[in-house]
Nanobody, 127 residues
Framework: QVQLVESGGGLVQAGDSLRLSCAAS????????VAWFRQAPGKEREFVAA????????YYASSVKDRFTISRDNAKNTVYLQMNSLKPEDTAVYYC????????????????????WGKGALVTVSS
């Protein structure tokens, strides 16, 4: 099992940068891929980015590609989401999540494929 805790959310202005962290418990963190999802008010939770267990492969939603970067430090049991050029439409609660160990979805990353979730971190981008 793994427990996930997000941090780093806050209020920023459009064009600013912010880095979210997802800290994980457990000695087997390096066997889990990790994804970031977000949920804006009144909208469904959507995929943002993901990274496989080694950190060598990453995946991005088209809406954030070239602005967001996901990375991980397995020695620190932490996954990061560096968010640059933030826009008001990036405002949402950001969740980190993990599928079962040694698992990367064969197709799209969906909420149904995740087994573990953090409680979320609020990111608000003002215009």
């Amino acid at each position: 099992q793994v427990q996930l805790v997000e941090s780093g959310g806050g209020l920023v202005q459009a064009g600013d940068s912010l880095r979210l962290s997802c800290a994980a418990s457990g000695r087997t963190f390096s066997t889990y891929a990790v994804a970031w999802f977000r949920q804006a008010p009144g909208k469904e939770r959507e995929f943002v980015a993901a990274i496989n267990w080694s950190g060598r492969t990453s995946y991005y939603a088209s809406s954030v590609k070239d602005r967001f970067t996901i990375s991980r430090d397995n020695a620190k049991n932490t996954v990061y989401l560096q968010m640059n050029s933030l826009k008001p439409e990036d405002t949402a609660v950001y969740y980190c999540a993990a599928p079962p160990p040694w698992t990367v979805p064969p197709g799209t990353w969906s909420t149904a494929g995740m087994e573990y979730w953090g409680k979320g971190a609020l990111v608000t981008v003002s215009s």
